[in-house]
């Protein structure tokens, strides 16, 4: 009975030195688990709510600007260039020498004409004088009616002949005059593709001259927009880099469509001092009506794949996160997009600190 009893007391301290080798065992497998990670602290950020604002529709089109005056100078006579009196880009007044043709033999003309001139003269006053004579002779009944019939149809005679030669006369000075090639206005000279001793005809093209005033600009609108398109309707002129080189409003549109660029003919006036010249080629852009849209800053704009993106301050919990969207933008006007599609109004778009914006950061809107 005995050896029981120390038995049972046996497996009794056993037991319990079990039980605790197997909590100490469990204590030493298990670390400390680490403190909580501190929450994102939400990015400060500007924002620019989407709202409806006033927003042109407008085209931009190609435009050409013409001057109004503008002339090809090319001869009436033929010969030889003795003297070329101005240069490309020179200014010139009304009537101003331009270049000189070789006028020797046109010379000749107008003095050979001048000499005949006189002798036709001559002979009308002769015929005139004699006429006179004849007329008293035959109201005294000194010669016959046709005497004096024959007196009349050679004074007539002669008087036609002066007459026909006196504008003769006028005729070859007229043709003297065209061997000075003139401005018929005050303008700008233009390129001067010939030379001194060149010979020159009717078909050769000696220079042009524009005037540098009442310059226009010539839009072609397409045919779908010829309901829309009257006058008054507000361009601006535009540079290569978009800059805005002149505002002006259309004054005429054609009633007929070309047929050559299936277009309308619209002109617009140039301002003057806008500093544009004949012939150049800028952009026009019309527009045709305003109107309320939404509309986003272009700063909050970034672009990925070519395809525009804004994120926006989107309500998360008691907060809010930066949320990336794709929008539908229009042609810029000053320094925003009118909004498309995309955005709806009230959004909350983010206009600052972009490049560090990531899809669900936290951000705090400040205005």
């Not at 005729?171 to 001067?192: C, E, H, K, M, N």
Request: aromatic share 6%.
């Amino acid at each position: 009975m005995r050896s029981d009893r120390v038995f049972s007391r046996i497996q009794c301290v056993l037991g319990a030195l079990a039980a605790a080798g197997v909590v100490l065992l469990t204590a030493g497998c298990h670390k400390a688990a680490p403190p909580a990670a501190p929450a994102m602290q939400a990015m400060p950020v500007q924002i620019s709510p989407v709202q409806p604002t006033s927003v042109p529709e407008t085209d931009t089109y190609v435009a050409t600007v013409k001057s109004r005056r503008s002339s090809t100078m090319q001869p009436q006579v033929e010969g030889n260039i003795t003297k070329i009196l101005v240069k490309s880009g020179d200014h010139v007044s009304t009537g101003q020498v331009l270049m000189q043709i070789d006028p020797l033999k046109q010379v000749a003309a107008v003095q050979a004409q001048q000499a005949a001139e006189i002798q036709t003269r001559a002979q009308f006053q002769y015929n005139q004088g004699d006429l006179q004579r004849q007329r008293q002779l035959f109201e005294a009944g000194v010669i016959s009616r046709q005497a004096y019939d024959q007196a009349v149809q050679s004074m007539g005679t002669s008087q036609g002949a002066f007459t026909a030669s006196q504008a003769q006369t006028s005729t070859q000075r007229t043709l003297l005059s065209y061997y000075q090639i003139r401005a018929p206005f005050a303008g700008v000279v233009g390129d001067i593709p010939v030379h001194i001793g060149d010979y020159v005809s009717p078909t050769t093209l000696l220079t042009t001259v524009d005037e540098v005033k009442d310059l226009e600009a010539y839009i072609y609108l397409p045919t779908d927009r010829a309901a829309d398109a009257h006058n008054g309707l507000p361009v601006e002129l535009l540079g290569e880099n978009g800059k805005k080189l002149a505002s002006t409003s259309i004054y005429f549109v054609s009633p007929e469509v070309d047929n050559g660029l299936q277009g309308i003919l619209a002109k617009a006036p140039v301002p003057a001092g806008s500093d544009l010249r004949n012939g150049q080629i800028l952009n026009a852009r019309v527009t045709w009506a305003t109107r309320n849209a939404p509309v986003v800053p272009v700063l909050a704009v970034t672009r990925i794949g070519g395809l525009p993106f804004v994120f926006i301050a989107q309500q998360s919990g008691n907060g809010y996160i930066a949320h990336q969207k794709n929008v539908q933008l229009g042609e810029p006007v000053g320094n925003n997009y009118p909004v498309l599609g995309g955005l709806a109004p009230g959004d909350k778009v983010i206009v600052s600190g972009l490049q560090l914006l990531q899809e669900g950061m936290p951000v705090k809107p400040l205005g």
